[in-house]
């Protein structure tokens, strides 16, 4: 089976090594993935990205796409005659590219869907408080994330665990979905479903605006939404001017004790809180604008302030 992998980031690294693994098995005639990116400096060389990295460790040869949507680009998966393609956190495709497999094209996604369609399924389950997860295959159509599914593999949520650990899981998870799905796809065994609608929901692009914390939502929401952005792009509030992002927080409803204003700060035996609606909230992990990410305790020992109220807004 002659397979043309689509992917950029370490979260499709794992089933391109699964492919590989599977040995003759499979044929992976082509890695597309996003273009190199630039570092900092004047004489630093662009940065690969992890899955072209890993393509390269593995002796395939990649293309690096700067515009699906180019006709050239068509033609060159055309001219490679896939039976199917693979595409795993990668771009919206257009019908040119991904109907030229001609046993079809299949994307991981990592929400159980029909739920979660949309560029931040991780982050917005955690957000939501989800207890359970899950990675999804299903065959490409024009409209995103909305194609008959092939194959879903569910797993429970840790209540602590956040969203830079959940996709390190669900890609290993995945990397075993993409496997199976192709030896689905190679029998002619597959087996698919359509998606229910009333059942979906939306996992939007995160952005400056989405990822700010709001101090007036309930103590056990401020815990998920910080853990549903951490570590990156991370959770953020203003404190005296400045941005501050917070990568790790716990409840501690009444620790800090008597309620005043949701955003309001504390200071307790050398630890720091925040306050929600509904009780306290414990930072643990931060970074303030300018310096580098830190412990509480650290920042404490480092912030001298006067007498008057603190917040975080």
Avoid: C
Wanted: glycine share 8%; no cysteine; aromatic share 8%.
């Amino acid at each position: 089976m002659r397979i043309i992998f689509m992917g950029t980031p370490e979260f499709a690294v794992p089933s391109l090594r699964a492919i590989a693994a599977a040995g003759k098995e499979f044929e992976i005639v082509l890695v597309v993935t996003g273009a190199d990116k630039p570092r900092r400096g004047r004489h630093a060389e662009a940065e690969p990205s992890p899955v072209k990295q890993a393509a390269l460790g593995l002796s395939l040869r990649v293309h690096e796409a700067d515009d699906v949507n180019d006709p050239a680009f068509a033609a060159t998966i055309e001219s490679l005659k896939p039976d199917v393609i693979v595409v795993a956190a990668f771009r919206i495709l257009p019908p040119a590219v991904y109907e030229q497999a001609t046993l079809g094209a299949f994307n991981l996604h990592a929400s159980l869907l029909p739920a979660y369609r949309g560029a931040a399924p991780i982050n917005w389950a955690l957000i939501n408080g989800e207890s359970q997860t899950g990675v999804t295959t299903f065959f490409l159509q024009k409209r995103v994330d909305t194609g008959n599914i092939i194959f879903h593999l569910a797993t429970p949520v840790d209540p602590l665990e956040n969203a830079t650990e959940l996709a390190g899981r669900l890609s290993v998870i995945g990397a075993g979905a993409v496997v199976e799905t192709l030896r689905l796809i190679a029998s002619g065994s597959v087996a698919v479903s359509g998606q229910d609608e009333t059942l979906a929901s939306r996992a939007p692009k995160l952005d400056r605006e989405n990822t700010r914390i709001v101090w007036s939502r309930p103590v056990a929401s401020l815990h998920d939404f910080i853990r549903g952005l951490a570590q990156k792009p991370a959770a953020w509030t203003t404190f005296e001017g400045k941005t501050m992002k917070i990568f790790k927080a716990a409840p501690a409803l009444n620790a800090a004790g008597e309620l005043s204003a949701p955003g309001t700060i504390a200071v307790r035996d050398g630890r720091l809180y925040a306050q929600g609606s509904d009780g306290w909230l414990e930072l643990l992990w931060l970074q303030l604008e300018g310096r580098k990410p830190m412990e509480a305790a650290e920042f404490l020992r480092g912030f001298r302030h006067d007498s008057s109220p603190l917040s975080v807004v």
